[in-house]
C-alpha cells in the first residue's frame, strides 16, 4: 500500500533559522512528488513537482530535494510568512493520477 | 476570479439534514476530486472524476454521494449528515499527469 509520512508534525522557527522538512514515501512507482504550501482555512498552493531522483527545484526561500525514499523541503533564513502547513504528495505509477498526501507539517516562524 | 470556485465557504447543517457542496473550475481540466481534510489526517480522497461520465469512489466514500453536471462541474452530497462529517472539504482539478489546483475549501459543521 502507498503511504507518505511527513516529519516532524509542527516546526516552531525563528526568523532566520533554516531547517527542513522530511517526507517519506513507499510507493509501488514514483510519477512525481508535490510540494503544496496551505494557509489556515485556504487551499493548498502548488510549491514544486519532482520527477526524480537528484532533482531540485527552488523558489524564493523555499528549495525541494528527493531521493528514491524520501523529499526534503529545506526553508533558508525563514521569514514570518513562511508561516503555513507544507503538504507533500506523491503520484504513483497505478494511482490513475490520484495523489496521496502526507498529513503535512505546520511551520511557525516568529520574528 | 478563482480558477476552482466552491460554495458555500462555510455551513453550519444539522444531524440528518442533506446537504450539497458544489464546485465549478475554469481551468478546463477533465479531472475533479473531492477530498475532505481533519486534523492531523491530512487530505483524504471521497470521489473523483476523470471526465464526464466517468465517477469513482475514492478512499472514504461513505455517506457521501457526487454528480458530475458538465467538464467545470462538480457536486459532493451528503444524503444524511452526522457529526463526524464535520470537516474542511476542498474540490481540486488536474491535467493527465500534473499537480491539482485546489479550492479555497468548504467548512462543514454538523450540529
Known amino acids: 500500500e502507498d503511504q507518505v509520512t511527513q516529519s516532524p508534525e509542527a516546526l516552531r522557527l525563528q526568523e532566520g533559522e533554516s531547517s527542513s522538512l522530511n517526507c517519506s514515501y513507499t510507493v509501488s512507482g514514483l510519477r512525481g512528488l508535490f510540494w503544496y504550501r496551505q494557509d489556515p482555512g485556504k487551499g493548498p498552493e502548488f510549491l514544486f513537482t519532482?520527477?526524480?531522483a537528484g532533482e531540485e527545484k527552488e523558489k524564493e526561500r523555499l528549495k525541494a530535494t528527493l531521493t528514491k525514499k524520501e523529499s526534503f523541503l529545506h526553508i533558508t533564513a525563514p521569514k514570518p510568512e513562511d508561516s503555513a502547513t507544507y503538504l507533500c504528495?506523491?503520484?504513483?505509477?497505478?494511482?490513475?493520477?490520484?495523489?496521496?498526501f502526507g498529513a503535512g507539517t505546520q511551520v511557525v516562524v516568529t520574528p | 476570479d478563482a480558477d476552482v470556485t466552491q460554495t458555500p465557504r462555510n455551513r453550519i447543517t444539522k444531524t440528518g439534514k442533506r446537504i450539497m457542496l458544489e464546485c465549478s473550475q475554469t481551468?478546463?481540466?477533465?479531472?475533479m476530486y473531492w477530498y475532505r481534510q481533519d486534523p492531523g489526517l491530512g487530505l483524504r480522497l471521497i470521489y473523483y472524476s476523470f471526465d464526464v461520465k466517468d465517477i469513482n469512489k475514492g478512499e472514504i466514500s461513505d455517506g457521501y454521494s457526487v454528480s458530475r453536471q458538465a467538464q467545470a462541474k462538480f457536486s459532493l452530497s451528503l444524503e444524511s449528515a452526522i457529526p463526524n462529517q464535520t470537516a474542511l472539504y476542498f474540490c481540486?482539478?488536474?491535467?493527465?499527469?500534473?499537480?491539482?489546483?485546489f479550492g479555497s475549501g468548504t467548512r462543514l459543521t454538523v450540529v
Open positions: 481540486a482539478t488536474s491535467e493527465t499527469t500534473s499537480g491539482y489546483t
Open positions: 481551468k478546463g481540466h477533465d479531472r
Open positions: 504528495a506523491v503520484h504513483a505509477t497505478d494511482s490513475w493520477g490520484k495523489l496521496q
Open positions: 519532482l520527477y526524480s
